[in-house]
């Protein structure tokens, strides 16, 4: 019996999973990728010897043991990767005061109920909460017991996630009285689901939520290693513009510039709305799906301002919010009342000794304007990115004065950016946003009437990040074994 072809669009951290998996079940695997390197949205780029992170703030899975470690190992040697564990997930600035969101329950607690006794009934409230959490595995293993592990966790946060599924960051902010507070609980994403927060702090306080020394590039590296090694193949600037498709099969893929792909299934892991609209040309929606797309919310496109700064920045904190004294003007509909930095003085491999890389994402849904702007008028387009750019380092100057006349490094991305090195549909920093109205279920990753063809990533599940690429490629590859009567294995 000859090896059957699986075909993978897309190198991001759901294509490689799902290429990791066939391999190891007996497909031929071929992994087409539009960019120059793997990763898609998981990525990082260098200037000038400063690298700027574009994605990973943690990894669930990091610790030893816990939940989601053991199936990182089944994709990469996990082991190889140095994480480090902050005591602060993120600080939080307004006027003269500050607040700590530290990563463990019981201290986040005690510094919440000091710096504002007013919502001390919130507090305990979302304490308890993230406590709960801390119980729940969102993987449940594969054999019987494993699994009855995994149900019986789900069990004991059924009651809490009844309460606040319905909750949004905008709704929890809007029960508090102190103004950090409510600038946490508000800052950017107030339609997102509450329980986001709250499942976050819990892998967190279980030290479960490290961040791997070397980022993105470190571990997808590694990941795409691991793809080669089983005999995998990537093929690089190979634009997929149409899935083949004979007598309800998909057969194979056209790859933009002419030739094609044979394969025996076929498995998108690239843009959601790409592929089920451009590369399958609107065929086999259903009304469910159709309604999906035309009414779920994405997470907003964004422009990063990333600044490589000639001085140690070790006193101040990994990840800081601070409320400006006037909004800034992002585009022409999008303002913001706070900047958030990611200082990397923790990870040394992202600037040469004594110097910092410091990253600021600016959250819009107005990528359309970058995008005709980049297209139609490109010296105004790089006049708006100067801008904005400008008015960053001014802010990063008044809150980091001993710092202001160190920044040697200006770089910024675009929505426009996004989509010309990913295409995610409007330039969306992951896939759909968690809310109320998604909920946690996965959506269909097959097409009725379309065998062969599956679907992993983001786009088919809310709440997106790296530990669903991994399930929803590893999930797939079960899948696709089932399809075609083949025994399904791990490792």
Not at 228 to 236: A, D, P, S, V, Y
Not at 237 to 242: C, S, Y
Request: one cysteine or more; hydrophobic letters at 40%.
């Amino acid at each position: 019996m000859s090896q059957k072809k699986a075909i993978v669009i897309g190198a991001g951290i759901a294509g490689l999973c799902a290429g990791i998996y066939l391999q190891k079940n007996g497909f031929e695997t071929e992994i087409l990728e539009k960019h120059s390197l793997a990763g898609g949205l998981a990525t990082a780029w260098t200037r000038r010897g400063y690298t700027f992170e574009n994605c990973i703030h943690w990894l669930v899975g990091s610790k030893e043991g816990a939940d989601l470690n053991a199936m990182w190992k089944e994709v990469f040697d996990i082991g190889k990767i140095d994480f480090f564990d902050d005591e602060v997930y993120q600080v939080v600035e307004k006027g003269g005061e500050r607040i700590t969101i530290y990563r463990d329950a019981d201290r986040l607690e005690r510094e919440l109920l000091e710096k504002a006794p007013e919502d001390g009934g919130a507090i305990r409230e979302f304490a308890r909460l993230i406590r709960k959490l801390g119980g729940f595995k969102m993987t449940a293993g594969d054999s019987p017991l494993s699994r009855l592990a995994g149900a019986a966790s789900m069990l004991r946060v059924l009651p809490a996630l009844a309460k606040y599924r319905k909750v949004t960051m905008g709704d929890w902010a809007n029960k508090h009285k102190n103004p950090l507070l409510r600038s946490f609980f508000g800052s950017g994403l107030e339609e997102m689901s509450f329980l986001a927060i709250a499942f976050s702090l819990a892998w967190m306080t279980n030290r479960n939520a490290g961040y791997p020394i070397g980022g993105t590039p470190r571990m997808i590296g590694l990941i795409a290693d691991r793809f080669r090694e089983l005999g995998g193949k990537i093929r690089f600037n190979a634009t997929v513009e149409r899935i083949l498709v004979e007598n309800g099969r998909a057969t194979g893929v056209a790859i933009a510039g002419g030739g094609t792909a044979a394969a025996d299934v076929v498995v998108s892991a690239a843009d959601g709305h790409a592929t089920l609209f451009d590369m399958l040309g609107g065929r086999f929606m259903t009304d469910k799906l159709r309604k999906i797309y035309e009414t779920f919310k994405p997470f907003p496109s964004y422009l990063q301002v990333s600044l490589g700064v000639g001085t140690d920045m070790k006193s101040e904190p990994g990840f800081l919010l601070r409320a400006l004294d006037a909004p800034l003007e992002i585009d022409p509909e999008t303002r913001t009342d706070s900047l958030s930095y990611r200082i990397f003085h923790f990870d040394p491999t992202f600037a040469p000794p004594g110097k910092t890389a410091v990253v600021v994402f600016l959250g819009t849904y107005n990528d359309g304007y970058w995008r005709d702007l980049r297209e139609t008028d490109r010296p105004k387009y790089e006049a708006e990115k100067a801008r904005v750019a400008a008015a960053v380092v001014a802010e990063f100057g008044k809150r980091f004065p001993a710092a202001k006349d160190k920044v040697e490094e200006t770089d910024l991305a675009t929505p426009a950016t996004v989509i010309r090195y990913t295409s995610n549909w409007r330039g969306s920093m992951e896939g759909w946003l968690l809310t109320p109205k998604t909920g946690m279920r996965s959506l269909p990753s097959v097409l009725p009437g379309l065998a062969g063809f599956y679907m992993a990533g983001q786009w088919t599940q809310p709440g997106g990040g790296l530990p669903t690429g991994l399930m929803s490629g590893r999930a797939v590859s079960k899948a696709i074994c089932k399809d075609n009567k083949m025994p399904w294995r791990p490792a």
